[in-house]
């Protein structure tokens, strides 16, 4: 391992070996057929996947490699693991700015005194249109320096849980910033803006316009612009709207303008609370599906996030269109959602043929990763319908890798076969967990997690190995993380230094407020 520089704790990106052989692993592949190898391995030449199969098969396919790239190719003995293809997670906010005042370090120890949230209960939906009205213009108070300390760390934390490709739905953080930490860190990132141009804001009424709709659009576009050019491989960017309520017609309009002319996904929270069809046809006429269609963004570009609470036609209008359903079911509960139990929906729409994954979301605070959502899925989906066949485990890791890729637009990531990008988790499958237990992912699901990922591979390099880092100083990412939240929370959101600095002390070397 090279030496890593003190300042930003990043060196450079691993070399990638000319040939990589994952050896001997209990691999799924997440394919459409489900297929997986009890004892199989992976072969990865430059950054693609070159084989998959048992051992015998995979070894005879690097056999036949060329002699310079067999000589230099490396192997990591995978017995006793997981081989899985790397999560992808396509609904994503990188929010560690908040991780003070937003329902975060700074909350009472105890939780016996806690209230209903706001998105409890059915949802205070004007309420959260105008915090989320809010979000771009505090977040654009961040320096560069601040934006890219915040969004490394953050972004290595989707990395130790083995997310390898990100959507962002609006961060609050700058997508410059964002897109540079993914560069640093070294996975993918779809970076967007936490775009809106108006608020459905308490004891109004009507929809209130905030911001210059061209404004947002050019700067929206810019971005897109910036982003095809990428020449890292690692970032791309796409359309987004933090919330349908905040999207007036001809923000949306646009947004689906370029989302067409950049090729790009367009996504946004649109369903996701009971409260929020009254809110929406008190303020903008109609309810939420169908003004996505009225603005011309219900197509196979859509990724609709959460996306439960729809009458019967909403339903039809969002399988006619093949849009895309992302959920997070981890998620809900702790927030005080009822998106996927309440009505059904969701898993419905699955079964009905549309496409739908699972996601993290995001919060102050870590929230629970991929594995985590698997988890939450596959026991929800079954105890909904009585039925344990309902959610296969192999189903929940489809829906965490292969078609979360597709909400991305991205084929060729979250499977692994032939051809396909080599980004791959590996999980030490060997302990008391699963002791005679013949489906390893089974009981990861039951009793694993995020903090089991031990090796993290994209597009062929090792960027995680025995649970660290490889290129990254992981104490010294934390310092300058914390260092960047004390600056931000005392300049730009008022919170007193001696609060600031009470909270912080004593967590990580040099961190001090």
């Not at 297929?35 to 030449?45: E, I, R, T, W």
């Not at 120890?109 to 979000?135: C, H, N, Q, Y």
């Not at 109609?286 to 269609?293: E, F, G, H, K, M």
Request: charged letters at 20%.
């Amino acid at each position: 391992m090279s030496a890593v520089p003190a300042e930003g704790g990043a060196g450079p990106l691993p070399e990638r070996a000319p040939a990589l052989l994952v050896r001997g692993g209990c691999v799924y592949t997440a394919d459409a057929d489900a297929a997986m190898h009890p004892s199989g391995s992976v072969l990865v030449v430059g950054d693609t996947i070159a084989a998959v199969g048992p051992v015998a098969e995979v070894d005879a396919a690097a056999a036949a490699l060329p002699a310079p790239v067999r000589a230099g190719m490396r192997t990591v003995e995978a017995g006793r693991h997981l081989v899985l293809p790397g999560f992808v997670n396509a609904h994503w906010h990188e929010m560690f700015a908040l991780r003070l005042p937003f329902k975060g370090a700074l909350r009472d120890p105890r939780d016996a005194s806690d209230e209903p949230g706001v998105m409890a209960l059915g949802g205070d939906v004007r309420k959260i249109s105008a915090m989320f009205d809010t979000f771009q213009d505090v977040a654009d108070g961040l320096t560069p320096g601040e934006a890219e300390a915040v969004a490394r760390y953050s972004l290595w934390t989707q990395l130790r849980s083995g997310t390898t490709a990100l959507g962002d739905v609006g961060s609050f953080n700058r997508a410059e910033a964002l897109a540079a930490a993914a560069r640093t860190v070294g996975v993918r990132c779809a970076v967007s803006h936490w775009t809106g141009d108006g608020v459905c804001a308490p004891g109004e009424g009507r929809f209130r316009r905030t911001r210059d709709t061209d404004a947002v659009l050019s700067r929206l576009e810019d971005l897109l612009a910036d982003c095809a050019r990428d020449p890292s491989g690692l970032v791309t960017a796409q359309a987004s709207a933090a919330y349908v309520t905040n999207v007036s017609d001809g923000l949306g309009k646009g947004l689906g303008e370029l989302a067409r002319a950049y090729d790009v996904p367009f996504a946004t929270h649109v369903g996701a609370l009971r409260r929020e069809a009254e809110v929406m046809r008190e303020y903008h006429g109609t309810t939420p599906v169908r003004r996505l269609a009225d603005l011309g963004l219900l197509d196979d570009r859509l990724v609709a996030v959460h996306c439960a609470f729809l009458d019967a036609e909403e339903r039809s209008l969002l399988l006619a269109a093949g849009a895309h359903v992302s959920h997070s079911p981890a998620k809900y509960g702790p927030t005080g959602e009822s998106t996927l139990t309440e009505t059904r929906a969701i898993p419905e729409l699955r079964r009905a043929g549309l496409d739908v994954s699972l996601s993290t979301d995001g919060g102050a605070l870590p929230v629970g990763g991929m594995p985590e959502a698997m988890r939450a899925a596959w026991h929800a989906y079954t105890e909904m319908y009585a039925d344990n066949t309902a959610l296969l485990p192999t189903d929940a890791l489809a829906m965490a890798t292969r078609i979360a890729a597709r909400a991305l637009r991205r084929p060729d990531l979250g499977v692994l076969e032939p051809g396909r990008q080599a980004d791959l988790v590996l999980v030490p499958a060997g302990d008391w967990r699963y002791l005679l237990n013949p489906r390893p992912l089974e009981g990861f699901l039951n009793l694993g997690g995020s903090a089991d990922v031990r090796t993290v591979i994209v597009a062929g390099r090792v960027l995680l190995e025995d649970g660290r880092a490889v290129h990254l100083d992981e104490e010294q990412l934390a310092a300058d993380y914390l260092r960047a939240l004390a600056s931000f929370s005392t300049r730009r959101l008022g919170i007193a230094p001696e609060a600031v600095a009470g909270v912080l002390a004593g967590h990580v070397r040099g961190a001090e407020a």
